[in-house]
């Protein structure tokens, strides 16, 4: 098991199907204590219980800050850490508020791992966040899907993102930071 002991928040994990889905429950295979966030407390909570008991679901505005701050101070209180935080939405301008809310306490522990979808401009973003947060051993990475099979022809897989979350959650990515991954069937190459 990869993530063992480890608690790992995950923000639009709350429908039934797709990546964030997904990875909640690879992760929750993996042994982690799975955290949910939605704008939605009953809808994080709903979507916590269908992984089992054990895991917790919580009510965050991604797009505020203070949302963000009140969230990460509940799941404290309620786990006592965070190893992985995962950000599974379209890039806003708010992007970080989230990582912000989390980093103070990665940072006291010296260790952590945030992973976030990204469209091709966010690759400086993901550079200068693992940048400034490398010297308190945490780590960002992001990945970069290509298009989606959500049960149309055609796509990526949500489970091989879900994948790739894994690997950038879990030890056998430790020295790797700053990363922009691409998962896409080797459409870029092409």
Known sequence: ???????????????GWGVGQ???????????????LDADENTAQAAARRLGLEHLGF?????QRESCEAAAQRILAACGRVDVLV??????????YLSEAFVPSMR?????????????????LTREMARELEPDNIRV????????????AG???????????LFLASDLSAYLTGAVVDVDGGRLIH
């Open 59 to 63: 009510a965050c505005d991604v797009n």
């Open 155 to 165: 796509g990526d897989d949500p489970f091989d993102i879900a994948g790739a979350f």
């Open 108 to 124: 006291a522990r010296g260790q952590g791992s945030i992973a976030y979808m990204a469209a091709s401009g966010w690759a400086g």
């Open 141 to 152: 990475n992001c990945i970069r899907p290509g298009v989606m099979r959500t049960g149309m």
């Open 22 to 36: 997904s990875t909640a429950r690879l992760f929750a295979e993996q042994g982690a204590l799975v955290v949910i």
């Open 1 to 15: 098991m990869l993530l063992t002991h480890r608690v790992a928040v995950i923000y639009g994990a709350s429908g």
């Open 87 to 96: 950000n599974n939405t379209a890039p806003s301008p708010n992007e970080r």
